[in-house]
């Protein structure tokens, strides 16, 4: 009798009761990819489509273990990284998994509000620079982000390519910029690989606020790409093929009274199996 595996993909993130960002938003991306989703919960948030209205914190021990006790047990095949809030978070999860270093990391950096405050303090951005970019094989910022850690402002196309240039000089491997707050009439993504080389992407901008999740689904769905054995270059590509139809296809949907999500499940693919070797 022949054995099988799932691609598994985990994501070490925070929570989102109303289904639409952090580790639910991630999860259904995987599952919609065919992945097998394992999760390692950060924070636990209160919030809906209108925002954030409270977080509670989830114990470094926790985290910690939480890591160990999924990789001793279902091995994943990628791993994509949500929110990390604190210094000692980002030291928590940096000795969980620098002992994988063969394992594909997406790192969501995940710094301002939609408001444009920043999120984490400048302490916790070091050492995320320091120490996370080195294990992941692509950030995926978007402008507000880039804006903090290129230190400049990004507000156009030609910023996206100065920024992005900053941040690879960080010790990153590849970096994709994500270009969704351009005020123009497409969205223009860059994605600084390895090679040097800058591939450019564009998209349909649709006239919607159902975006809540959307850098969470994007950077899950790079992984499970990973995850399935794409190349990076593939993955970070079809990985954005796969947000930007999730956003059409619930951009006429009405779910809460903010922000809505996106509809992961346009085309839901089965759980992959894999043969054993």
Do not use: R, W
């Given at each position: 009798?022949?054995?099988?595996k799932y691609p598994s993909a985990l994501t070490?993130?925070?929570?989102?009761?109303?289904?639409?960002?952090?580790?639910?938003?991630?999860?259904?991306?995987?599952?919609?990819?065919?992945?097998?989703?394992?999760?390692?919960?950060?924070?636990?948030?209160?919030?809906?489509?209108?925002?954030?209205?409270?977080?509670?914190?989830?114990?470094?021990?926790?985290?910690?273990?939480?890591?160990?006790?999924?990789?001793?047990?279902?091995?994943?095949?990628?791993?994509?990284?949500?929110?990390?809030?604190?210094?000692?978070?980002?030291?928590?999860?940096?000795?969980?998994?620098?002992?994988?270093?063969?394992?594909?990391?997406?790192?969501?950096?995940?710094?301002?509000?939609?408001?444009?405050?920043?999120?984490?303090?400048?302490?916790?951005?070091?050492?995320?620079?320091?120490?996370?970019?080195?294990?992941?094989?692509?950030?995926?910022?978007?402008?507000?982000?880039?804006?903090?850690?290129?230190?400049?402002?990004?507000?156009?196309?030609?910023?996206?390519?100065?920024?992005?240039?900053?941040?690879?000089?960080?010790?990153?491997?590849?970096?994709?910029?994500?270009?969704?707050?351009?005020?123009?009439?497409?969205?223009?993504?860059?994605?600084?690989?390895?090679?040097?080389?800058?591939?450019?992407?564009?998209?349909?901008?649709?006239?919607?606020?159902?975006?809540?999740g959307s850098g969470c689904t994007l950077s899950?769905?790079?992984?499970?790409?990973?995850?399935?054995?794409?190349?990076?270059?593939?993955?970070?590509?079809?990985?954005?093929?796969f947000a930007h139809n999730a956003i059409n296809?619930?951009?006429?949907?009405?779910?809460?009274?903010?922000?809505?999500?996106?509809?992961?499940?346009?085309?839901?693919?089965?759980?992959?199996?894999?043969?054993?070797?």
């Amino acid at each position: 009798m022949k054995t099988y595996k799932y691609p598994s993909a985990l994501t070490i993130a925070g929570f989102d009761g109303s289904g639409g960002a952090g580790i639910q938003a991630d999860i259904k991306t995987f599952s919609a990819l065919g992945c097998y989703a394992t999760s390692v919960l950060t924070a636990l948030p209160v919030q809906n489509t209108t925002g954030v209205k409270n977080i509670f914190p989830i114990s470094y021990q926790a985290v910690s273990e939480q890591i160990k006790s999924i990789f001793e047990d279902i091995f994943p095949d990628a791993v994509k990284i949500g929110m990390v809030h604190t210094s000692e978070l980002v030291e928590t999860i940096v000795k969980g998994l620098q002992k994988y270093p063969k394992t594909p990391l997406v790192f969501d950096p995940v710094m301002v509000a939609t408001s444009g405050h920043k999120l984490i303090e400048d302490e916790t951005i070091k050492s995320i620079v320091e120490k996370l970019f080195p294990l992941a094989d692509v950030i995926t910022p978007n402008m507000d982000e880039a804006a903090v850690l290129a230190e400049m402002k990004v507000e156009t196309l030609e910023d996206m390519k100065k920024a992005g240039e900053k941040i690879m000089k960080m010790g990153c491997k590849s970096v994709l910029m994500k270009g969704g707050h351009l005020k123009s009439d497409k969205i223009t993504s860059l994605y600084f690989a390895e090679n040097s080389q800058v591939y450019s992407y564009e998209f349909e901008k649709y006239d919607t606020s159902n975006t809540h999740g959307s850098g969470c689904t994007l950077s899950s769905a790079i992984a499970a790409y990973l995850a399935q054995g794409k190349e990076l270059v593939e993955a970070v590509k079809l990985g954005q093929d796969f947000a930007h139809n999730a956003i059409n296809h619930g951009k006429d949907v009405k779910t809460g009274e903010g922000n809505g999500p996106l509809n992961h499940f346009f085309n839901p693919q089965k759980l992959i199996k894999n043969e054993l070797e």
